[in-house]
């Protein structure tokens, strides 16, 4: 890691420049008001200092002027708004293809897995060129996921998935740091996110892939719980769930993500299935953060396997 | 006409014979007052001890922060320090600062009362903020508390094993003198304004504490018994906000910021309301746009209420909840725009002295100005989601709460001093500082917004080692400003005893607390005065009487 | 609320000023109110201020609360079914009629009945220390049933069918800390409204020994007035309690 000193940050993600020239946009604003006022101050100050005792003379109150000095800064807060609107809508939408990785964050260190299993502890290393969703949650308190270099950062929270993507533009070694405070050794959960020309990183990730993978390891898990039982008959099947949507008894539908299928195995009564009876127990508390995890990575394994035709 | 050199006393005064300050001098005749404008002092005081602790603990957490590595303190220790420095330079110093020291001295003389509307409460309020701060401090004895001003659960509730219940319970009761204040203020400027004293004649500070106090009634309860539920989670054990037992952490986000936003133009109102009386009295205009000056407080006290969500951005709330409150607190920096622009624009073809309490407005209104405007940085989500949480938002509230709030604090101390205590503040002592202090704010928080650009997290006790050169910076920074506050302490002390008398109105400043002795007497004016033109009218300021048609103290013949 | 006691205030209170026509101070005029009407307008928006103030006191453990029924529909449901609704309905019988006797002494206090009022503040009072007395004796009864948060609530053996769920399973296990939570409110909601009770109960002892005293005149009775206020809003919070803790369905 480079750490010299520097005054602006690395660029290193496809988003990093564009929220710096938005940032820029603020910057130059923030600059033109300050010395405006700070001119005028002075010049006014300089220009009618105390040269008697008199009283000045009484000045009108404008209303023109009033209208522009409120109008004209609301004119420049829309621009800001629409243009961070802009920029944070794309933020916060992952494209389709991005590659999935499961954070779980704890006092006080970053638990990584990539899909195929690999996992890593305060790491991640990443290809160059292809959009990273990060899946995240935690196991004790509220931390935050945050990247300097690529402009990012989501608080991770217990009891529930956030997510956050990137795509990663320039190879190197950047700060990943926990933003939200988290006890003791908060500043000490900090870690490396490795970013690798994709051919390196295919190699690397050859280099320690364990030999199950989550979803494997979550088919496990899927008979060991018991699922099994249910799953077929009672309840309704897992092929194609994931990324469909579903219609629930209540009428509403919903769309079956990562978080619907969380809570659908942590607290199955929130949202029950139409056409089901709730019968499914809950499992909080139940299982780690880390087998709800690979349950998911199972769940969602099926639905490349029913070929996603259960997607309307 | 042959006036006088400007900054020193108009008549050749005398101290009054007797006033506020001689109707008994034990400890009992003071802590058991129920004159607002002892109430005050003893504010004062208590505030200043409070700023000294929490200065103190600012001050150890630079030195920590001179190096990359912790070595100075542990990083359980340094953890307790950025608390109690929030914790008490929030609830205990700048919450209350300037509406409980001159809200309460100055509110009654301002619009021509005897008193508060209710004495009795107005002192009960100082002893349950007295109570709430001890209790805190207490904690800080009894091994300190690490969960930052902000109490986020479920690390709060369940997981810190500090003294969380104490604390929340010092605020809580804390908490409720800032109620009983706000109450005050609110009645006393329904229902005590003297005859003549209009709702557009009253001075802006009025107005200002006015908007204040509306907050404080309505956010303040939110915030009590939201820490209450802390408390209990912690002493039952049970799940409100911790989602393992089936509570959901982010109620607890929106409750606290349900309070802590407005409580943030709890705490910029009242610094507002200062500048608009420093700003017409050291340029001896009226202030330009009146009724545009006094409404938007109280739309920055309405708007204020709809934006908690902008401390939220990245805790997973909807993309459109985030987006609604960024559009909300872009709308709430309009209104200080206009303050900024009508009080620069009273300057045109006024009368302007710089003596200390204007280099102090000056101050506020520029630092103010960088701090508001990065306050637009941060209601734009896409920037926030890279700076949330790091430096850039600690140096944009201080650029606000210290470069501002405490900027107008000082303001208001010098200026009013006179009227306090009745002798003068030294003048070259009075600039020196102010001016240091204004360059020890900057070399201390500008490195920060650069530190948070590049992602300096904080609440950081240890950092990587390319951040250090600005955080050298920074702690130098802290060092001046630190001796920047220490010298009016000294001063200001001095000033008591060899201080030149300052006569009922030093500055030749229009208001009616101008117009009775310096220091008032016990009942404020000899008669309740009748009150004919509107605020500010310095244009037709009679040279000879300073406008004063009722001369209490030793000016009556 | 807090207006000066008469016997406080001296000539030296009154001040030296008034000159030209010295006007005797009217009975019970702070020296600080220029009329009693003042004082009153004061003194009465002061009370709605406060009220405002224990609105947003008592909104946000409502809205919590709001939040969790919606989140756990069942487990609230369940809960609230094991509270006394006898009790619950009996006791807001008590706090109206008490609310009544009130009206009925600020009524005797602005007509100057001085033995009236006392004797319907002495009703109120009753009254109220009948709400809290019941209030008590239903709590006693809930944490015999272990219907209490925390050790006692989760360390007991339900019996079957206490709760519509095998407490036994996973999912019994979880309903059971959701009703725990509605518990949790039940108990923080109560409690704080009895605290309200008990300082109404004290303030209005303290007016009743006043109002025996003859303290309070035709003319300066706010402090009766004030109280009043305070003691219906404190009933009204306990009408919006009823339905949200002990008639909750699903
Ligand atoms: C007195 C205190 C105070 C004040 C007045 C403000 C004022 C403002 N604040 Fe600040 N804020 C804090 C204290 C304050 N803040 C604190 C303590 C925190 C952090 C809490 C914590 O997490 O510990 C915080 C955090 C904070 C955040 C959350 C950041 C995060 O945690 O991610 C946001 C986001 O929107 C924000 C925005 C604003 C805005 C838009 C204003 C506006 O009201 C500012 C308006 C002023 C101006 C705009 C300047 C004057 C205008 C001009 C000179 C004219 C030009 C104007 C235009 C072009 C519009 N603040
Ligand atoms: C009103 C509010 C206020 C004020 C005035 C200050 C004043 C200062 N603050 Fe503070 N600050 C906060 C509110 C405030 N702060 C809040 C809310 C936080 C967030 C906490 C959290 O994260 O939970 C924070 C956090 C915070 C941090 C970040 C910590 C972290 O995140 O790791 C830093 C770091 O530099 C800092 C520095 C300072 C400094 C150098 C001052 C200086 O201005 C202080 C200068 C004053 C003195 C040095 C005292 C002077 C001495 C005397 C008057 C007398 C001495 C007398 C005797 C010895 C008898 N503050
Ligand atoms: Cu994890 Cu801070
Ligand atoms: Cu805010």
Request: with cysteine; charged share 15%; hydrophobic share 50%.
């Amino acid at each position: 890691m480079d750490q010299g000193f520097r005054l602006f940050p690395k660029e290193a993600s496809t988003i990093a420049p564009q929220v710096d020239l938005l940032y820029f946009f603020l910057v130059a604003v923030t600059a033109f008001f300050t010395l405006l006022i700070f001119v005028a101050i002075v010049y006014l100050a300089l220009r009618y200092r105390r040269k008697s005792e008199a009283m000045p003379p009484e000045t009108k109150t404008d209303l023109r002027l009033e209208l522009s000095w409120t109008i004209i800064p609301f004119l420049i807060t829309l621009v800001m708004f629409g243009w961070s609107t802009r920029l944070f809508l794309k933020m916060s939408t992952p494209p389709k293809n991005a590659m999935e990785i499961h954070v779980i964050g704890k006092q006080w260190m970053w638990k990584i897995e990539h899909p195929n299993g690999a996992r890593e502890i305060n790491e991640l290393h990443i290809p160059v060129g292809r959009p990273v969703r990060l899946i995240m949650s935690s196991q004790d308190v509220i931390h935050s996921f945050f990247i300097p270099a690529f402009r990012v950062k989501q608080d991770v929270l217990p009891g529930r998935f956030s997510s956050l993507w990137f795509e990663a533009t320039t190879p190197g070694e950047y700060h990943l740091f926990c933003a939200e405070y988290c006890g003791t050794d908060h500043s000490r959960m900090t870690g490396r996110i490795v970013v690798m020309e994709p051919a390196k990183f295919e190699a690397w990730l050859a280099g320690v892939a364990p030999d199950e993978t989550p979803a494997k390891q979550g088919e496990k898990l899927f008979t060991t719980y018991g699922c099994m039982a249910c799953h077929g008959e009672r309840g309704p099947t897992m092929a194609g769930l994931y990324g469909s949507t579903v219609s629930l008894a209540d009428g509403s539908k919903v769309v079956a993500d990562e978080q619907y299928l969380r809570e659908s195995i942590v607290n199955p009564a929130a949202k029950v299935v139409a056409g089901f009876e709730p019968i499914m127990p809950a499992f909080q508390g139940q299982l780690s953060e880390e087998q709800i995890v690979r349950l998911i990575a199972y769940i969602k394994s099926l639905r490349t396997a029913a070929g996603g035709e259960a997607n309307p | 006409m042959n006036m006088t050199m400007t900054g020193t006393p108009y008549t050749p005064a005398k101290m009054p014979e007797s006033s506020y300050l001689t109707d008994g001098y034990s400890l009992r005749s003071w802590l058991l007052t129920k004159d607002h404008k002892r109430i005050g002092i003893l504010y004062m005081v208590s505030l200043t001890v409070f700023f000294a602790l929490g200065g103190i603990a600012a001050i150890i957490m630079r030195l920590e922060l001179a190096t990359p590595a912790g070595d100075l303190v542990r990083a359980d220790t340094y953890n307790r320090l950025f608390t109690v420095h929030g914790i008490v330079m929030i609830f205990l110093f700048l919450v209350p600062s300037i509406p409980a020291v001159f809200g309460n001295f100055l509110l009654p003389l301002m619009i021509g009362a005897r008193d508060l509307a209710f004495p009795r409460l107005n002192l009960l309020s100082w002893y349950l903020y007295m109570l709430g701060g001890i209790i805190t401090v207490g904690v800080v004895v009894g091994g300190g508390v690490d969960t930052g001003w902000t109490f986020y659960t479920p690390f709060s509730s369940t997981y810190s094993n500090s003294n969380v219940v104490w604390t929340v319970a010092g605020i809580f009761v804390a908490g409720f003198s800032s109620i009983l204040t706000g109450l005050n203020f609110i009645i006393t400027t329904h229902k005590m304004r003297a005859p003549g004293m209009g709702w557009f004649r009253m001075p802006l500070f009025v107005w200002s504490m006015y908007a204040t106090a509306l907050i404080m009634l309505l956010a303040t309860p939110v915030l009590a018994i939201t820490l209450a539920l802390v408390g209990v989670e912690r002493i039952f054990g049970v799940g409100i906000f911790n989602p393992a037992l089936g509570g959901d952490p982010i109620l607890f986000q929106h409750l606290f910021w349900f309070y802590s936003h407005p409580a943030v133009y709890i705490m910029v109102l009242p610094a507002m309301g200062v500048m608009s009386e420093l700003v017409t009295c050291f340029s001896r205009h009226r202030i330009f746009g009146y009724e545009f000056v006094a409404f938007s407080s109280l739309a920055i006290a309405v708007l204020g209420f709809l934006v908690w969500g902008h401390h939220m951005f990245v805790s997973g709330q909807s993309v459109y909840g985030g987006l609604m409150f960024s559009a909300l607190s872009f709308l709430v920096a309009i209104p200080s725009a206009v303050k900024v622009f009508n009080w620069t624009a009273t300057l045109y073809k006024g009368s302007i002295s710089l003596q200390t309490p204007m280099l102090y407005a000056f101050g506020f209104i520029g630092l103010f100005t960088i701090g508001g405007l990065t306050g637009l940085f941060l209601a734009s989500v896409a920037i926030d989601v890279h700076v949330t949480d790091t430096y850039f938002i600690v140096a944009h509230f201080h650029y606000i709460m210290v470069g501002g709030a405490v900027m107008a604090y000082m303001g208001a101390i010098h200026f009013w001093w006179p009227k306090l205590t009745g002798r003068m503040y030294p003048e070259w002592w009075g600039r020196f500082s102010a001016l240091l202090i204004f360059a020890g704010f900057n070399l201390t928080f500008f490195p920060q917004f650069i530190l948070g650009y590049l992602g300096m997290p904080r609440r950081y006790y240890s950092y990587a080692p390319e951040f250090q050169a600005l955080n050298v910076m920074s702690s130098a920074g802290a060092t001046i400003l630190g001796l920047g506050y220490v010298l009016p302490l000294a001063y200001l002390l001095w000033s008591l005893k060899y201080g030149a008398i300052a006569g009922p109105n030093p500055f030749r400043a229009k208001g009616l607390e101008w117009t009775t002795a310096s220091p008032p007497p016990t009942h404020n004016f000899a008669e309740i005065p009748i009150v004919t033109e509107e605020a500010y009218a310095y244009h037709d300021m009679d040279a000879e009487t300073d406008g004063r048609e009722v001369v209490a103290g030793e000016d009556r013949p | 609320m807090t207006t000066d006691h008469p016997a406080t205030l001296d000539a030296h209170d009154k001040g030296p000023h008034d000159s030209g026509q010295p006007r005797p101070a009217p009975y019970g005029l702070a020296h600080h109110f220029e009329d009693l009407g003042q004082q009153h307008e004061a003194a009465t928006l002061g009370m709605w201020a406060f009220l405002a103030t224990e609105i947003l006191f008592f909104g946000a453990v409502f809205l919590a609360y709001s939040v969790y029924r919606h989140a756990y529909p069942q487990p609230f449901a369940a809960a609230s079914h094991h509270l006394y609704l006898w009790i619950g309905v009996t006791n807001t019988a008590v706090l109206l009629t008490s609310s009544f006797a009130m009206v009925l002494a600020v009524h005797a206090a602005k007509t100057g009945n001085r033995r009236q009022l006392v004797g319907f503040l002495v009703i109120t009072i009753l009254l109220g220390m009948a709400f809290l007395g019941i209030k008590g004796f239903e709590y006693y009864k809930d944490v015999q049933e272990h219907l209490f948060p925390g050790k006692i609530f989760n360390l007991h053996d339900w019996e079957a069918g206490f709760w519509p769920v095998d407490v036994k399973s996973a999912a019994g296990i979880e309903f059971l800390r959701h009703a725990e939570l509605f518990l949790v409110f039940y108990y923080i909601m109560t409690a704080i409204h009895a605290t309200h009770m008990v300082v109404g109960l004290a303030i209005m002892g303290i007016l009743a020994v006043k109002a025996w005293r003859g303290r309070y005149t035709a003319e300066y009775n706010d402090p009766v007035d004030m109280a009043g206020l305070y003691w219906h809003f404190v009933d009204i919070v306990w009408i919006f309690l009823l339905p949200l803790l002990y008639m909750v369905r699903n």
